[in-house]
């Protein structure tokens, strides 16, 4: 496989500085704001028109006049924009700019929206990452500690922790979903321009409490007189968070046990 090049992020653009004066033109090119839509949602819907425009002047400058011919009338280009724009929402220029350079590698003509698509796909597959959904899909089946979880690329852990984990195992899908996507698809982006994701790896903490109940269970079952395997059991409550009902109704419970046996000493809280 032909190792995955690096675009810059204005290799949808051939000219510089060109995506500020086509935003000014975009909303008469592919149709206009829809109203009751949010303020994050005109902004979006503003970047995929820019990256719409910028992408049919690639696909112009490489099909010359194949491009020109699929197109006959102004009305017939506003149209293709807007059904593009669609079909593109979500999607950022260093995926689509990489999508673009594989696609005047296997079509000789343009390509239709499918096809873009599919090559988008491939686009995934090339950086070892999954698509969006498939993505979603592996997040949601993390049932335990993340960081142990076999992920097949570091972009789906964290678009996962940003989503939150338990968001995620809790809540509807259409909660859910748009946050992750979001996340995901930043993620990728910044796959594509060169930066090494790498997961944090668990950090092992060294177990302070053994040695203060090993001592603790020592001493309680000298006083006693009897076997350490006696005491040991009643002070599971120790391994409970401090400071929470549960640790403290166990423990109250080994007072009264051990109370029986003789003790009459008062266990830590």
Known sequence: MKEPQQPTRQILNPIANKSAALSQTSTTQTGSERPGTTQESQEADQRTRVLVNMLFARFKAIYTHKFASAY??????????????????????????????????????????????????????????????????????????PRQFHWSHPAVFFAGADTGWYRLSTEDERVTWPLFEKSYISLVDRVINGEKLKIPSVVMIEDKKSPVLDALIASIASDLNVPETDVAPHLYYLYKTPRTKIRAQYRARAQEALKKLGYSGTLPQ
């Open 72 to 145: 006959s009338t102004t009305e017939e280009v506003k149209l293709a924009k807007r059904e593009w724009a669609i079909a593109l929402k979500g999607f950022q220029e260093p995926l689509l700019a990489y999508a673009v350079e594989r696609t005047k590698e296997r079509f000789a003509w343009p390509p239709t929206i499918s096809e873009f698509l599919s090559v988008i796909h491939t686009a995934y597959q090339a950086y070892g990452l999954p698509d969006p959904r498939r993505a979603y899909a592996e997040a949601c089946q993390c049932r335990s500690d």
